[in-house]
């Protein structure tokens, strides 16, 4: 039997998803609760890895399990095991070939951010902080050449070994609210980084240091020196992923 | 020269804001860095005491210095010396005679709170947690009698000695968000843990462990038991202190 497990957590004392060997990283922490359930060493595989420091609201991760589950009650004894940054929202069975990473059609994430002069205690965990003054409306004119099917080279940090940096962007939105911008994108598929380049690059556009245009050129050069610098890991959250075709 | 400064605070690590012999306080954060920068001894006196837990994005606090400070320049000096939880929002010279606590018309506090089988990492530290169902419509309908000038003597947990326990409750606000439910009072001011007992009882009436008249019945009788527990701590939060008068 395939299950796949929703998983919410505060990454901020992690070493990111994946399991390393001489950090703490929410897979092993996972793993570990599911073996005491299970009674078996048991591998989960994600819809992606995310970075030291970054958030999840809904990753999404499988694993495959000899017996039937109560995924009710897995749930729950999961979550007992688990420290307080890391829980399960549920477990549900799926189809044989499904694939937390290779059936995933569309990845939700949000970069959350305010801009204010003083540190905020209660936003500082899941926020990155911006010195004002920021030009949103500058910032919004040039996200505008995100969307779409592009190649992201240009918006990928040194050190991955990926094969094709084509993405496609289906939304790109940048919300205000008080002193809050919060950034949601979603794509086929993000390459390492990517978002927290994006971010970074829309900021140095809204502050004047980069022009309108930095996002375009970026695309038709595949020049990353061009972009704004990668913003802070803890303003990411990967919000959701979907496994059902949009079209 | 007085002066008073807006604080904002995540009070999962303190025990409050006062002072206390043998554990960390809000209050003495500030005061030690106050007295680095300012050379010398400086007592802050704030709005109002906030419990073991609970946090502040408005907290007001009040000091006297001989010499005239730069505001800004002397926010951020505080600020840097802060630990990364405690952090004020601004410093302004007010009249000689601003007091924190006697001055102030008009508090918020905000209680959040979210329903869900499965704990959110991601809000646990801000959020108090209600397993589901509740009926929110009879809530809100209870919540009504809240609103006026009422002794909450009912509302006041044991240990205070307050002299009148009559105070008037301007707003009272529940808003919903996906699975949130936050409270909003605005009010004259608050007696020992009024807000958790309030959001306590409303719960259970939304859980039909109470009848949806035991706010009017504790209004009337001035009986504590007839209400719900006091809720938890950490999703209280001091949103604003006004000192202009509202008429």
């Known amino acids: 039997m395939r299950y796949a497990m929703v998983v919410e957590y505060d990454g901020t004392n992690y070493a990111g998803w994946q399991r390393q060997k001489n950090a703490v990283s929410v897979q092993q922490k996972i793993e570990e609760a599911l073996e005491i359930v299970l009674g078996v060493k048991t591998i989960i595989y994600a819809s992606g890895r995310t970075d030291s420091g970054v958030h999840a609201e809904g990753q999404v991760a499988h694993f495959e399990c000899e017996k039937e589950l109560n995924t009710r009650r897995t749930t729950y004894s999961i979550n007992s095991l688990l420290p307080s940054d890391i829980k399960l929202q549920n477990i549900f069975s799926v189809a044989p070939d499904f694939h937390a990473q290779y059936s995933a059609k569309r990845k939700t994430y949000v970069y959350r951010s305010y801009v204010n002069e003083c540190p905020s205690p209660l936003k500082d965990r899941f926020y990155a902080r911006i010195l004002p003054p920021v030009d949103v409306e500058k910032m ?7 969307v779409g099917k592009h190649d992201f080279k240009a918006f ?3 050190g991955s070994s990926i094969q094709s940096t084509v993405r496609e962007i289906y939304e790109f939105n940048i919300l205000e609210r008080d002193d809050e911008i919060i950034f949601e994108i979603t794509g086929n598929g993000f390459l390492y980084n990517m978002v927290r380049i994006i971010v970074g690059t ?7 240091k980069l022009p309108e245009t930095a996002i375009e050129e970026m ?11 990668t913003y ?9 992923v979907e496994y059902i075709d949009a079209d």
Chains 1, 2 share one sequence.
């Open 156 to 158: 990928c940090s040194t």
């Open 232 to 240: 802070p890991a803890c303003g990411l959250c990967l919000k959701k």
């Open 202 to 208: 829309l900021y140095f556009i809204g502050k004047g």
């Open 219 to 229: 695309l038709s050069t595949g020049k990353r020196k061009l972009g704004g610098k």
């Open 140 to 146: 919004k004119r040039a996200s505008k050449a995100l």
